[in-house]
């Protein structure tokens, strides 16, 4: 049995988090294990607080599922504190995780920081170097790197080739923050440079799409290893196209709804 870990936030609206990636890990047929590193108040419309986990007990319970459960690629998200950042890299330092996707959430879809300037730093300098692909999106990107975001496809390249040397073996710069008929992500591996291209959509359901793309990133490392990312992020892309599609139509919440993480599996 493949199985998957996220070490990230909980989302209790469900449409990102530990929650999106549990339900991204069983949609693609990977058994879902989680580490809680924070509590966060928040729905559709946006985040009114978030609670973090002390950083000793995340990596307690990171030690405690290392110890008995076998784990084949994980997803880290939301992890909120320098500290925490710390214990993480750490806990994954000898690599009893598996292939590593870090998806560097710092700002939630409705705008709200999620992440400190001192956890900023800490992800560059002890989580980078752990990670096998790094999933920034265009704005993270820029933050990580201390540079004003790209506006176009050459400057996604160029950051993305910029983070490659920060340490992590892949990264894959997502561009749905600059607009267009199209959704253009770059694959950015030792190898060179590779867009990949989706339809943009016409949808208010993106809550959790960042979540949903690196969570099902580490479910299809899981079942099939990392030796080439290329084929999985397409394939993770066809899934959270499928998600965007279909999510519209569960009419959760009354802000950016989440996507549909079951999208032809069960209907909505």
């Known amino acids: 049995m493949p199985v998957a870990l996220t070490v990230a936030g909980s989302d209790p609206s469900g449409g990102a988090g530990i929650q999106a990636d549990l339900k991204t890990f069983s949609a693609l047929g990977a058994y879902g294990t989680a580490v809680l590193t924070a509590l966060t108040a928040q729905n559709t419309r946006g985040v009114t607080g978030?609670?973090?986990?002390?950083?000793?007990?995340?990596?307690?319970?990171?030690?405690?599922?290392?110890?008995?459960?076998?784990?084949?690629?994980?997803?880290?998200?939301?992890?909120?504190?320098?500290?925490?950042?710390?214990?993480?890299?750490?806990?994954?330092?000898?690599?009893?995780?598996?292939?590593?996707?870090?998806?560097?959430?710092?700002?939630?879809?409705s705008g709200h920081r999620l992440i400190d300037e001192a956890a900023v730093d800490a992800v560059r300098t002890a989580l980078l170097p752990v990670a096998d692909l790094l999933t920034p999106n265009v704005p993270e990107a820029a933050a990580l790197l201390d540079r004003p975001p790209a506006t176009d496809l050459d400057g996604m390249v160029e950051q993305a080739h910029a983070l490659l040397a920060l340490g992590p073996r892949a990264v894959l710069v997502k561009g749905g923050h600059l607009g267009g008929d199209e959704s253009i992500d770059v694959l950015v591996t030792a190898d060179g440079a590779t867009p990949t291209r989706r339809p943009r959509m016409a949808t208010t359901a993106t809550h959790g799409t960042g979540c949903t793309l690196s969570s099902a990133l580490a479910a299809l490392a899981a079942r099939e290893g990392a030796g080439d990312w290329l084929p999985l992020v397409e394939r993770a892309r066809d899934y959270l196209q499928a998600a965007l599609a279909g999510g519209e139509g569960l009419g959760i919440g009354s802000g950016n709804g989440p996507v549909h993480h079951f999208a032809g599996i069960w209907p909505g």
């Open 50 to 109: 978030v609670h973090a986990v002390p950083a000793e007990f995340v990596g307690l319970q990171l030690r405690t599922l290392f110890d008995d459960v076998t784990v084949h690629a994980t997803k880290l998200g939301m992890l909120g504190t320098a500290e925490v950042v710390r214990a993480v890299a750490t806990a994954l330092a000898g690599r009893p995780g598996g292939p590593v996707v870090c998806d560097p959430v710092m700002v939630s879809t």
